[in-house]
T-cell receptor, first 114, second 114 residues
């Protein structure tokens, strides 16, 4: 089946630094990638939708300059958390639609900002 | 404005019994619904889905029921097994939408007791 590989699975960074999270579709082309964020015991909240070759669409309340999304190819989308702060600590997950109504999720990235 | 709601944050059932997880939605434009299972620090795993033209879909131990008039769906797991213990998310999508992003409920933690 379709696989989305997400790296890193876990990262700890210092406050003020930037962290890049990668999601690769391994056996299909992902023209669209959804980026979600999950706080403990809460739902997955859509942050932004990236589209290959065009600018990402951000949900209301998500800072574009803080969460940089790049979708340079049909198999790779990246999310960069810039100038990270402790409140950015969360679980970030990507998801790509595949075939019809299928959604494949990455394994998630646990970001801890200290 | 939560368009997809899971009002029970947790549910405990005995092994072998039926687990019933409920989900309500408010947006009548949703026409496709999915259930995902999620373990801590992992991405969601697809379980089962249902189109709005159906009222029931069954796959092994998992059955999803949809009541369009009540804007309600439920996931039945029978018999429940300890390995089913996880967080279950329902999600909805407008299939005709250009972005087709999923809207998630807040999840229900299912614990199956041996």
């Amino acid at each position: 089946g379709a696989v989305v590989s997400q790296h890193p699975s876990r990262v700890i960074c210092k406050s003020g630094t930037s962290v890049k999270i990668e999601c690769r579709s391994l056996d299909f082309q992902a023209t669209t990638m959804f980026w979600y964020r999950q706080f403990p015991k809460q739902s997955l909240m859509l942050m932004a939708t990236s589209n290959e070759g065009s600018k990402a669409t951000y949900e209301q309340g998500v800072e574009k300059d803080k969460f940089l999304i790049n979708h340079a190819s049909l198999t790779l989308s990246t999310l960069t958390v810039t100038s990270a702060h402790p409140e950015d600590s969360s679980f970030y997950i990507c998801s790509a639609p595949d075939l019809i109504y299928g959604y494949t999720f990455g394994s998630g990235t646990r970001l801890t900002v200290v | 404005d939560q368009q997809v709601k899971q009002n029970s944050p947790s549910l405990s059932v005995q092994e072998g019994r039926i687990s019933i997880l409920n989900c309500d939605y408010t947006n009548s434009m949703f026409d496709y619904f999915l259930w995902y299972k999620k373990y801590p620090a992992e991405g969601p795993t697809f379980l089962i889905s249902i189109s709005s033209i159906k009222d029931k879909n069954e796959d092994g131990r998992f059955t999803v029921f949809l009541n369009k008039s009540a804007k309600h769906l439920s996931l039945h797991i029978v018999p429940s097994q300890p390995g089913d213990s996880a967080v279950y998310f329902c999600a909805a999508v407008i299939s005709s939408g250009s972005a087709r992003q999923l809207t998630f409920g807040s999840g229900t933690q299912l614990t199956v007791l041996p």
